[in-house]
């Protein structure tokens, strides 16, 4: 693999509006990330990805992309994101954008030339049908809006019509087939957006809706696999150190694909999902038993439940790429919603210490919890994730000097809402558990992305044991004292949560208690 800095790499996630406000309007901007890039690395963290920061009518919080080469005026201007590169450089941070490749908002160009009843350069590069009542079958639509006779298909929200890559296997006169020139074109103009970036010093890209090109695609992505392979080949030869991580959830397919990375989403029933959120039932929380395997009070945790689906995608995809979880994200409920803080720790010390690339969402480090707010920009239930970093016990709790009705969204009300300030010198708190745990991982080359794994006891009522490399590492999230018969004699503890202690052949594990043995 070309993008070898991938093997120590752990991403911190920025919403940007939500991240630090440097002018008082109320919304994070590109400078605000940039006071904060020492923070970033005192966290342990040496990568970064930006959500989308591009100009937008933020119908969907700047996934509705208006200027693919320009930045939304509300962070800075294209200079300044230019200096953010530069500046995380010098830290030895890297920079990963989000890119949106399947859709763009209406109100970009391609989009205005695209609606125009008179055939130009742009009239393929979205997806129309050849009749104003006709419906892009099998697709969201829309009519009635546009000077052209058709009516055009949808990615997602209203607000976002679909570029076209072609369908696997054209049916209707107006559908493309993926070798169609223009669908060729799409792609292309995709690169061309790609390198201008990169150019200017971006290291790569989170890919939205990575598997949404082609449409009627089958079940292993083929039309669109091979379009992010004939991407691949350029960075390959272009920019090799340039990384792309999919918002895809199917490592097997995604990483044959082309990417370097792809995420291990909080699918309701998967296997991540068992881990923190088991209380969510397809999108909506559900008031029952929580059998989080990292709550305290779970009454049938079960490792096994993550492991069924982690381990076939591990061992099928660990010569081809990394597979990347994540403490929360910006579509995710943040763990703090049904978890402590001693339940954290051991769920990032899980998630810290396992193969792959992890990612830390901003805030996850110190607790933020998730807030029950109204929608903002298409967020929905989304948008309790999403609110403003807490930096100290100031104004609006350090993010912004403005008025608190001027904030992107509001601040935790609480008084004991979390905030660096609080823990930023308690050796305990979460923060610096955190820093403690990114430390280990960097210098610990076991504990790196590649590094060897295999699971060692998965045995319900007895600790989760694994193994990286040469570690031995055990993690307990019950209230009770458990054991595990492993061989952990003459060990020396690296890293401990809680009580550990290993002795004639038998690891005793404290409750809520992780321990990293060498």
């Given at each position: 693999m070309s993008t070898q800095w991938l093997k120590d790499a752990?991403?911190?996630?920025?919403?940007?509006?939500?991240?630090?406000?440097?002018?008082?309007?109320?919304?994070?901007?590109?400078?605000?990330?940039?006071?904060k890039l020492d923070y970033i690395k005192s966290l342990g963290c040496n990568a970064l990805w930006i959500n989308p920061c591009f100009d937008s009518p933020?119908?969907?919080?700047?996934?509705?992309?208006?200027?693919?080469?320009?930045?939304?005026?509300?962070?800075?201007?294209n200079n300044d994101l230019?200096?953010?590169f530069g500046e995380a450089h010098k830290r030895g941070i890297r920079v990963l954008l989000d890119l949106v490749p399947g859709h763009t908002s209406e109100e970009h160009e391609w989009f205005r030339q695209s609606q125009k009843a008179e055939t130009n350069e742009y009239s393929n590069r979205y997806i129309w049908?050849?009749?104003?009542?006709q419906p892009a079958?099998?697709?969201?639509?829309?009519?009635?809006?546009?000077?052209r006779s058709a009516t055009y298909a949808l990615n997602f929200f209203k607000c976002q019509p679909a570029l076209n890559y072609g369908f696997l296997k054209p049916e209707e006169p107006w559908q493309l087939a993926t070798d169609h020139p223009d669908a060729i074109a799409t792609r292309e103009a995709m690169k061309d957006v790609m390198r201008f970036w990169l150019d200017h010093g971006c290291d790569g890209f989170r890919v939205d809706m990575a598997a949404s090109l082609v449409k009627f695609d089958d079940e292993k992505k083929s039309g669109t696999s091979a379009i992010w392979r004939n991407v691949r080949e350029m960075l390959d030869a272009e920019y090799p150190d340039a990384a792309m991580v999919a918002e895809w959830?199917?490592?097997?397919?995604?990483?044959?694909?082309?990417?370097?990375?792809?995420?291990?989403?909080?699918?309701?029933?998967?296997?991540?999902?068992?881990?923190?959120?088991?209380?969510?039932?397809?999108?909506?929380?559900?008031?029952?038993?929580d059998n989080s395997y990292f709550r305290k009070d779970a009454p049938d945790r079960d490792i096994n439940r993550f492991l069924e689906q982690y381990e076939a995608w591990y061992k099928d995809t660990r010569d081809i790429g990394y597979i990347s979880m994540l403490t929360c994200n910006h579509d995710t409920i943040r763990p703090r919603f049904n978890m402590e803080m001693d339940e954290l720790k051991l769920a990032y010390a899980f998630i810290f210490t396992m193969p792959g690339?992890?990612?830390?969402?901003?805030?996850?480090?110190?607790?933020?919890?998730?807030?029950?707010?109204?929608?903002?920009?298409?967020?929905?239930?989304?948008?309790?994730?999403r609110t403003p970093m807490q930096w100290d016990s100031s104004k609006n709790l350090g993010f912004s000097t403005g008025c608190a009705d001027s904030l992107y969204l509001p601040v935790d009300p609480a008084a004991d809402a979390p905030t660096v300030e609080s823990q930023q010198d308690d050796p305990a708190s979460l923060l610096n558990t955190v820093?403690?745990?990114l430390k280990l991982r960097h210098e610990e080359a076991d504990l790196q992305a590649d590094g060897e794994y295999e699971t060692v006891c998965a045995e319900k009522g007895k600790p989760f044991v694994y193994r990286r490399g040469s570690l031995l590492l055990a993690v307990n999230p019950s209230g009770e004292k458990l054991f595990a018969d492993v061989d952990a004699d003459d060990r020396q503890v690296l890293f401990v949560l809680g009580m550990a202690d290993a002795h004639a052949r038998r690891l005793a594990m404290g409750p809520q208690s992780f321990v990293v043995l060498k």
């Open positions: 752990v991403f911190y996630e920025i919403y940007p509006q939500s991240y630090y406000d440097t002018n008082g309007d109320g919304i994070g901007d590109f400078n605000g990330i940039i006071e933020f119908k969907d919080a700047g996934y509705d992309v208006r200027d693919y080469k320009k930045v939304a005026p509300r962070y800075g201007n230019y200096r953010l049908t050849d009749f104003c009542f079958k099998g697709m969201g639509f829309i009519g009635g809006e546009s000077e959830s199917d490592p097997p397919v995604a990483l044959r694909a082309g990417y370097h990375m792809d995420f291990y989403l909080n699918h309701p029933g998967g296997g991540y999902a068992s881990l923190m959120r088991d209380y969510q039932k397809g999108f909506s929380v559900n008031d029952g038993v690339v992890p990612f830390l969402y901003y805030g996850d480090e110190i607790g933020m919890r998730y807030l029950d707010l109204p929608t903002k920009e298409g967020g929905y239930y989304r948008t309790g994730a820093r403690a745990l």
